[in-house]
């Protein structure tokens, strides 16, 4: 099965601060998705990406599948306390659209 | 934009009891919605499978008696979750895929909180 790893699992920054959040596969991803979550809330979609070294990009969030559809980056520029929250990695297994997910990392954005 | 609906937000219910929890599609079809619990501080863990018309498909360790899901329309799948003891107490989610002819896209109800006292 699909083995989603996430790093950092926490992390606290400044108000102002860039940051970045990985997720590595264990197999080729074919569909790699990103959430942020309030915890006790639902998830809200960031982004998707699907082609080896595909980047999209909303607001200040950044994300990256890499060549070998193995590994996708988050970047955050300038942070801002409102991106807090839990940011979730997710990748589709199997042709009924089954996501699992990361262990998420916790962001904390200190103003 | 698509959005899944999730009742009730909350619920308390005693051990022993079961309880209900609906989910659906309010502007598309879903022939296929997902189930996920989360604990305090930890990700989604994917409980099952909804499938219209057929019977749900349980990821290993989640036993399906006491987990029933019924999947009753392309619009709603319902979460019971039976004879419940404190340790079900958790936040649970669940999620709907809408393909559309250039993409695929999963959306997330707000999610129900239980707590079983």
């Known amino acids: 099965s699909q083995e989603l790893e996430q790093s950092p699992q926490s992390l606290i920054v400044q108000e102002g601060k860039n940051l970045t959040i990985n997720c590595t596969s264990s197999?080729?991803?074919?569909?790699l998705y990103w959430y942020k979550q309030k915890y006790g809330e639902g998830l809200i979609f960031l982004m998707m990406?699907?082609?080896?070294?595909e980047e999209k990009s909303h607001e200040k969030i950044t994300a990256k599948l890499d060549e070998k559809k193995q590994q996708s980056s988050l970047h955050i520029t300038a942070s801002q306390p409102s991106h807090a929250g839990i940011y979730l990695c997710?990748?589709?297994?199997?042709?009924?659209?089954?996501?699992?997910f990361g262990k998420g990392t916790l962001l904390t954005v200190n103003p | 934009g698509a959005v899944v609906s999730q009742h009730p937000s909350r619920v308390i219910c005693k051990s022993g009891t079961s309880v209900k929890i609906e989910c659906r599609s309010l502007?598309?079809?879903?022939?296929?919605m997902f189930w996920y619990r989360q604990f305090p501080k930890q990700s989604l863990m994917l409980m099952a499978t909804?499938?219209?018309?057929?019977?749900?498909?349980?990821e290993q360790g989640v036993e399906k008696d006491k987990f029933l899901i019924n999947h009753a329309s392309l619009t709603l799948s319902t979460l019971t979750v039976t004879s419940a003891h404190p340790e079900d107490s958790s936040f649970y989610i669940c999620?709907?895929?809408?393909?559309?002819?250039?993409?695929?896209?999963?959306?997330f109800g707000p999610g129900t909180r239980l707590t079983v006292t």
């Open positions: 999620s709907a895929p809408k393909l559309t002819p250039s993409s695929y896209e999963q959306y």
């Open positions: 197999k080729t991803l074919y569909g």
């Open positions: 990406l699907q082609k080896g070294g």
């Open positions: 997710g990748a589709v297994a199997g042709s009924n659209y089954k996501l699992t």
């Open positions: 502007d598309f079809q879903a022939t296929t």
């Open positions: 909804s499938n219209e018309g057929s019977k749900a498909t349980y």
